[in-house]
């Protein structure tokens, strides 16, 4: 089956710095990924659609500049959370479609000091 | 805008005792489906859709487009079932397909 992989599973940071979290299909190639945040014990939203070779769609609420996607290759894409605040503070999951079924990946359990 | 509604956020019920989750859609196109699951520590991945109309751990859904609803059903609970269930909607458009989530069922089987 597909896998969706995500590094680093845990990331500890300080207020300011920024956070990069990837996402990668394991063994499928993915011209589309998606990031989810979630809270504890609330429902996945949808941050952003990754596209491998352009810009990524943001969902109506998320800053651009906050959250930065870059998707590299077709099985690579990228999230940095810059100048990362407490708030930033979540979980973020991404997944990648393959034969029309979303894959997700472990999650990345952010927390900024 | 497409919506995902699950009324129950927690659902306790003993072993061998039928369960159903609630799922309700609002959405003016052709929906598709999906129940998701998450066991403890582990990642979310795929229980059933509708198209398939397949039973997977004993668990089915059926589409009811004239009350929008998809709820999940199992006529005997396991223990094993103890896990948090999200209801999904897939929308096709220009960029691609997306899901949006309900805000997920937490159903607890008791022994």
């Known amino acids: ?113 | 805008a497409q919506r995902v509604t699950q009324p129950e956020k927690l659902l306790s019920v003993f072993k061998g005792a039928p369960v159903e989750l609630k799922c309700n859609y609002s959405y003016s196109g052709s929906p598709e489906l999906f129940w998701y699951v998450q066991y403890s520590r582990q990642r979310l991945q795929l229980l059933l859709r509708h198209i398939s109309r397949e039973s997977i751990k004993g668990f089915t859904a059926d589409l009811n487009k004239g009350e929008t609803s998809f709820h999940l059903k199992k006529p005997f609970a396991q223990e094993e079932d103890s896990a948090m269930y999200y209801c999904a909607l897939s929308v096709r458009e220009t960029s691609g397909s997306r899901l949006t989530f309900g805000e997920g069922t937490q159903l607890t089987v008791n022994p």
């Open chain 1, 1 to 113: 089956g597909a896998v969706v992989s995500q590094h680093p599973s845990w990331v500890i940071c300080k207020s300011g710095t920024s956070v990069k979290i990837e996402c990668r299909s394991l063994d499928f190639q993915a011209t589309t990924m998606f990031w989810y945040r979630q809270f504890p014990k609330q429902s996945l939203m949808l941050m952003a659609t990754s596209n491998e070779g352009s810009k990524a769609t943001y969902e109506q609420g998320v800053e651009k500049d906050k959250f930065l996607i870059n998707h590299a290759s077709l099985t690579l894409s990228t999230l940095t959370v810059t100048s990362a605040h407490p708030e930033d503070s979540s979980f973020y999951i991404c997944s990648a479609p393959w034969w029309n079924t979303q894959y997700f990946g472990p999650g990345t359990r952010l927390t900024v000091l």
